[in-house]
Nanobody, 117 residues
Framework: QVQLVESGGGVVQPGGSLRLSCAASGSIFTIYAVGWYRQAPGKQRELVAT???????TYANAVKGRFTISRDNAKNTVYLQMNSLKLGDTAVYCCNAVQRVGAPPIWGQGTQVTVSS
């Protein structure tokens, strides 16, 4: 019922910024949490940031102070603002949404972020 579409990826120089969007469509009633994940070639997928009902957010240590997750309920969109990007941030970034505690998440298809000098 719910579909997620990521956008905003691209190529950026070290120190630059990008804003990723995760737009939800379809039959939306409630969403307990939304998370941003990333996976680089040869590495395992890691959780980058989450936003939970009520507005509480969490971040991986590697991105604290540089990334910000936010939500625009009117647009059914969650954003990931990425500042001070590093080479190690290069990855495919995917969002997911959990509608209920214990339910499997719904995944988007991902957007490529490349940080290169």
């Amino acid at each position: 019922q719910v579909q997620l579409v990521e956008s905003g990826g691209g190529v950026v120089q070290p120190g630059g910024s990008l804003r990723l969007s995760c737009a939800a469509s379809g039959s939306i009633f409630t969403i307990y949490a939304v998370g941003w994940y990333r996976q680089a070639p040869g590495k395992q997928r890691e959780l980058v940031a989450t936003i939970i009902s009520g507005g509480r957010t969490t971040y991986a240590n590697a991105v604290k102070g540089r990334f910000t997750i936010s939500r625009d309920n009117a647009k059914n969109t969650v954003y990931l603002q990425m500042n001070s990007l590093k080479l190690g941030d290069t990855a495919v970034y995917c969002c997911n949404a959990v509608q209920r505690v214990g339910a499997p998440p719904i995944w988007g298809q991902g957007t490529q972020v490349t940080v290169s000098s």
